[in-house]
């Protein structure tokens, strides 16, 4: 386990990659005996001296919950992440590249909780209670650590690679369709890029949000009312450039869509 001030060293050097814009090298190969919770208390400190900074927290993002996330990244189990309100752009928004690094987009839902959710014995049935609705989403996803390489552990004290999202679409109570069979169609510059459906992740989206909720509370951690959870992408990673635009057709749940200058 690292020690208190490494961590903080390692979350502050994140946290400037963030800002610049830049990417920083591998942490394993820096910090060879660091740990899956040794990188979750990375990211808690991270997240939490973006609170102390004045970013507004305002959801949870769950990664690598596909067959085709894990296969395109190598790594095989899932993750998680902070979104701030600055992360979040309205459906149809023009977003500057620069922002990010190494910028790559997904095709997701989110599910808007209507209730907390507390683990560590939260269902599928629990989540599908809680949620006020699903709404399409894509996230961005920016990596400030070196890509090649990268592991389990990296990834997660990089915020699970999580840049932003953008939500669109057409929201929708659950009972109103059967999230499992939810498809979408990825365009990059009007041609299919990716394609997929969200039994994907885990069987059923929601399974990825109960997750989620117990996975936090081995953190002493909660899901509260109101908060947006990306529940995983159904897609493998497409890389977008300055001057791409995007959009992803969900057929009844409508489009969601952006462009990149």
């Known amino acids: 386990m690292l020690d208190d001030a490494t961590i903080t060293t390692i979350a502050d050097e994140l946290a400037h990659a963030e800002a610049e814009r830049t990417t920083v090298p591998l942490l394993t190969a820096r910090y060879p005996g660091m740990t899956v919770e040794d ?8 997240r939490r001296r973006g609170i102390e900074a004045g970013r507004r927290p305002v959801g949870r993002k769950i990664g690598l919950t596909s ?5 395109a990244t190598g790594i095989t189990e899932p993750d998680y992440g902070a979104i701030f309100a600055d992360m979040v752009f309205d459906n149809g928004s ?7 690094s190494n910028v790559r987009i997904e095709v997701e839902l989110a599910f808007v909780l209507r209730e907390g959710l507390k683990g560590p014995d939260v ?6 209670r809680a949620t006020e609705y699903v709404v399409p989403a894509l996230e961005i996803l920016s990596s400030r650590i070196e890509m090649a390489g990268r592991t389990i552990v990296d990834t997660i004290s990089d915020n699970a690679a999580m840049g932003g999202m953008v939500y ?3 929201p929708v109570a659950i009972g109103e369709t059967d999230l499992r069979w939810v498809s979408a169609l990825l365009y990059r510059n009007e041609a299919i890029e990716e394609s997929g459906v969200a039994a994907a992740v885990l069987n059923h989206p929601a399974t990825g949000v109960a997750w989620l909720a117990n996975k936090l509370a081995q953190h002493d951690d909660a899901l509260e009312p109101g908060e947006i959870i990306l ?4 897609t493998r990673p497409v890389w977008v450039e300055p001057g791409d635009t995007v959009l992803a057709d969900y057929r009844e749940l409508g489009t969601v869509s952006c462009r990149f200058v």
Not at 94 to 100: A, G, K, L, Q
Not at 123 to 128: E, Y
Not at 231 to 234: C, I, K, L, Y
């Open 67 to 71: 067959k085709v996330m894990q296969a």
């Open 39 to 46: 990188s979750y208390a990375v990211q808690n400190t991270w």
């Open 123 to 128: 269902t599928v049935f629990d989540v599908l």
């Open 168 to 170: 669109g679409g057409n």
């Open 231 to 234: 529940a995983g992408s159904f």
């Open 94 to 100: 023009v977003i500057e590249h620069s922002r990010f």
